[in-house]
């Protein structure tokens, strides 16, 4: 497994609520773990973790997650995502869907 | 002066000595399955260009096999000319000597061998054609000396009926009957009355009834359960932003889930669009068991089909106002008006592709193996002699030519819709296809291009649309394929300035543009989500071959 690390700037995220996950542990896909920093945490950066099984795409992974960050209030949030070979499609696909849930909750 | 020394029927007396070379073995036009050997070694003869029925789904197995088992010493440098190198038996022609060139349409499972054969000097690829362009030369320069072919049954007087799945045979047949070669067919059975006659007895030489019947392979089900999401999210770009936006009503679908997912999105997503009757009517395809949703929410006018597919026979027979079928209600398919029908007749071509390179050449060929195409060079070319006017027709021609001083005509859509990132990461846009390197190892001196880039008009990927038709030159249309690509290096590596330019001119539009939220794409939108929701929209119909039924 690699890991990956990155901490990102992005629009401060207004809601909260407890931690959204979306998709699944499955070749060709990846989970995604929503959490709130903790309350002294700056509020326009997100960390992400990447849990991931497939090698050397570092890369890939900072662009994607640059333009998830871009086009998501994900700022205050801590992001984690269990990845076994998803496209670039799929991540983004999730990352949609597990913003789209936690804004949906009421805080 | 009449020329009296030469001699204008060769052909016909070198058929009739074969004719006569092969009477002991036949009783009228009928031969005992334990006399094919004999029968062969007696018609054939050393470099005899013979067409072995390897269509795209139906097989000559039981004469494929006899035709391996011959003495080479007999029978050897045979030419082959057929559709689809499918079997085993069909390489071991070349191993063992028999046959040492080939031309051909597509080969899928025996391409490592074919590219191992060609590398070891045991087969000569003479070319690889489009299946409509390989029957062209049946009548040309490949007419066959000897045609091998599969039928469902004969009479007593040797009429075939080739059924549901008729596919290449009366293009083979016209070819070889009409010019002195001889026809051998295979049947599953003799019947007193064959349902209907689809050769007449008179242009077939003998009939072999085979212990079991001929094999078909089930090429054009794909399970709904397999479509993914993101599948789905190109399915409504495709629909909303090509199908819709052009007013496409005569298409034909390459095979795969891509496709499959559009077809089962019309009854859902197309609906809700309001397309009914608007795209989508008339069809030049396969039928697939995924079209069953849509033709039966009342989207499908017309389908003339290449081939049969197993476990649609009863459904095509309940539905005679949809597909092409006779008076017995069976289907009658034609591999060779199919595909003229979808060359002319259509207005759009879509499926995917492996390769796309930065002036969108598209190619499924890949190191160690050789495919060829089958029908999608024919399909996804534009159709420069067609004159009939249509709205898609002249909106793409229109597109096209915006600000150049050309005569205004027509263009045919031809859509390539691929993810990004194929399985394992691979990616799908590269800046020099494999086919390049490859041209040599096959021993051609171009490389193996399945569509040509200026045929291409749209790609879709997850990413959305860029839209050739409005890219004025070349770099535009390099930045227009790079401002879909994603994050590959080809993606990565495109001017964002320049694509954000193509984007406000239409160029390349994202989901967001058209309307469609990322996250509406999911399976929910499927007409049909399994193999047993496809049997129960056909009302029971549909009978999936047990390789299908999971439940």
Request: net charge negative.
């Amino acid at each position: 497994m690699e890991e990956l690390h990155v901490e990102i700037p992005s629009r401060p995220q207004g809601r909260t609520r407890d931690a959204v996950l979306v998709g699944v542990v499955a070749s060709g896909h990846c989970e995604i773990l929503l959490e709130r920093r903790a309350a002294d945490a700056v509020p326009d950066r997100c960390i992400v973790t990447v849990h991931t099984s497939a090698h050397g795409f570092g890369p890939i992974w900072g662009a994607v997650l640059d333009d998830c960050a871009e086009r998501h209030a994900l700022g205050g949030l801590k992001i984690e995502i269990h990845d076994v070979g998803a496209t670039p499609a799929i991540v983004t696909l999730r990352m949609a869907q597990a913003i789209e849930a936690w804004e949906e909750a009421h805080g | 002066m009449t020329n009296q020394l030469k001699t204008w029927d060769k052909r016909r007396r070198n058929r009739t000595r074969r004719l006569e070379r092969a009477a002991p073995y036949a009783t009228g036009r009928h031969v005992r399955a334990e006399h094919v050997e004999a029968l062969l070694h007696a018609i054939i003869e050393p470099a005899d260009r013979v067409c072995l029925e390897g269509d795209n789904q139906k097989q000559a197995d039981f004469l494929a096999r006899a035709l391996a088992r011959l003495n080479p010493s007999r029978v050897h440098d045979l030419h082959m000319v057929q559709s689809v190198v499918a079997l085993p038996e069909h390489v071991d022609l070349f191993e063992k000597g028999i046959a040492c060139e080939i031309d051909f349409s597509y080969s899928g499972p025996q391409g490592g061998r074919l590219a191992a054969l060609v590398q070891a000097g045991k087969i000569r690829i003479n070319a690889i054609h489009t299946y409509l362009e390989l029957f062209a030369r049946y009548f040309v320069d490949l007419t066959p000396n000897v045609a091998l072919i599969a039928a469902e049954s004969a009479d007593a007087a040797g009429n075939l009926y080739t059924g549901p799945n008729t596919e290449d045979t009366p293009a083979i047949v016209e070819a070889t009957a009409f010019h002195d070669g001889i026809v051998i067919a295979q049947v599953n059975e003799i019947r007193e009355t064959v349902p209907r006659i689809d050769i007449p007895a008179g242009w077939v030489d003998f009939v072999i009834v085979t212990p079991r019947a001929n094999l078909i392979e089930p090429l054009f089900t794909r399970d709904p359960a397999l479509i993914s999401e993101i599948q789905v999210l190109m399915a409504m770009l495709a629909i909303r932003g090509i199908y819709a936006e052009y007013g496409v009503r005569r298409l034909n679908h390459g095979i795969g889930f891509d496709t499959a997912a559009i077809e089962l999105l019309l009854p859902t997503y197309g609906a809700e669009l309001g397309l009914k009757g608007k795209i989508c009517t008339h069809w030049a395809l396969n039928p697939h068991p995924a079209l069953i949703p849509a033709i039966e929410a009342g989207f499908v006018e017309s389908v003339h089909c290449f081939g049969s597919e197993l476990g649609m026979e009863r459904y095509v027979a309940a539905r005679p106002d949809v597909f092409f079928t006779a008076a017995d209600g069976s289907l009658r398919s034609n591999r060779a008006f199919c595909q003229a029908a979808g060359h002319y007749a259509c207005d759009l071509f879509i499926g995917s592709t492996l390769q796309i390179d930065l002036h969108g050449n598209s190619s499924t060929a890949t190191k160690g193996r050789i495919t060829g195409f089958g029908g999608a060079p024919n399909m996804g070319a534009d159709a420069r002699g067609r004159r009939h006017e249509s709205p898609a027709w002249l909106q793409a021609g229109e597109e096209a030519r915006a600000g150049a001083a050309v005569i205004a005509r027509g263009r045919k859509l031809v859509v390539q819709v691929v993810e990004t990132f194929r399985e394992g990461m691979e990616p799908t846009f590269v800046e020099r296809l494999d086919a390049v390197d490859l041209a040599q190892t096959m021993g051609l001196r171009n490389p193996a291009v399945m569509i040509y880039g200026d045929d291409v008009s749209h790609i879709v990927t997850e990413e959305g649309i860029a839209n050739l038709l409005l890219c004025r030159n070349f770099d535009e249309r390099e930045q227009a394929i790079r401002g879909v690509a994603g994050y590959t290096s080809v993606g990565l590596g495109r001017d964002k300035r320049v694509v954000e330019d193509l984007r406000r001119r239409g160029a390349i539009r994202r989901p967001e543009d058209l309307g469609i939220a990322r996250r509406k794409a999911t399976r929910d939108l499927l007409a049909a989500r399994s193999i047993k929701d496809l049997v129960h929209a056909s009302g029971g119909l549909y009978e999936p071959p047990s390789r299908f039924r999971n439940w």
